[in-house]
């Protein structure tokens, strides 16, 4: 496989320019055997939280700076990349999980799941028939839990799988996948997935595509479950453009 393009820094985040062919190929390239490739999908919220970080949020700057591959999860993230002249292709998690189960994943793989509840399997295999999946349920909190956070990753280890699927929620999964990286035991494409699993089994409707190519598939998430997203994308997510007004100025050249 040829060399990847270089990574991008954008409002304070590293992005690789690599499209959604170009992660389908990576994906099917990926054996078991393969060295355990760490792959975050970085969005408004992640990117605001990452140039607002808590006393103790270290670890998960380092967790996506680390990471083997960050692909932008934004239209909007790459809408104002594009204004300032930076070209970053946009790869949602979750159409990256779907095409990898429903066009690359063989019958007789192993697809390792950390997260989901007890009809996440049975859902994932009526959808996609013959796969092995295995999967782990880390208990609430897992963050703080060293015990747990060791837990979750013996079993990513010992799974095999070609591909893992991280679904624990961020930053947990991050660092989950941060975690993975430092041990050097783990094989295979390990994916920070997020709500993904939720899409896939029916648990959650994603916004129709109109919505999606108009940059407006928060809103939708925002009706769907206004009680406990309304801060992210009322109060939080619009810290953005604070964001990009402050890296504007950092580019600018000094007198």
Do not use: K
């Not at 050097?184 to 916004?207: E, K, W």
């Amino acid at each position: 496989m040829s060399a990847r393009p270089a990574r991008i820094a954008y409002l304070g985040v590293g992005f690789d320019p690599l499209d959604m062919d170009a992660m389908l190929a990576i994906a099917r390239s990926t054996t078991p055997g393969s060295p355990g490739t760490s792959v975050v999908t970085p969005n408004v919220d992640h990117v605001v939280r990452l140039n607002n970080p808590g006393p103790n949020d270290g670890a998960v700057a380092a967790a996506y700076a680390h990471a083997d591959i960050s692909v932008c999860d934004s239209r909007i993230v790459a809408r104002l990349a594009a204004m300032d002249g930076i070209h970053l292709p946009v790869v949602p998690g979750s159409d990256l999980t779907e095409r990898i189960l429903a066009t690359v994943v063989r019958p007789g793989d192993r697809v390792a799941l950390v997260g989901g509840d007890e009809t996440t399997v049975a859902a994932l295999d009526a959808r996609f028939p013959g796969l092995d999946l295995v999967q782990h349920r880390p208990p609430m909190g897992m963050r703080r839990n060293p015990e747990a956070m060791a837990a979750a990753a013996d079993f990513v280890e010992d799974a095999r799988a070609r591909f893992s699927f991280l679904a624990v929620g961020s930053p947990q999964q991050e660092l989950l996948a941060a975690l993975l990286r430092d041990r050097r035991r783990a094989g295979g494409l390990i994916l920070c997935v997020g709500a993904s699993l939720d899409f896939l089994t029916g648990r959650a409707r994603r916004a129709p595509r109109w919505m999606q190519r108009a940059h407006i598939e928060w809103l939708h998430r925002l009706g769907s479950d206004p009680a406990r997203l309304w801060r992210r994308y009322l109060i939080e997510a619009p810290r953005i453009f604070a964001i990009r007004r402050r890296w504007n100025r950092r580019q600018a050249p000094r007198p």
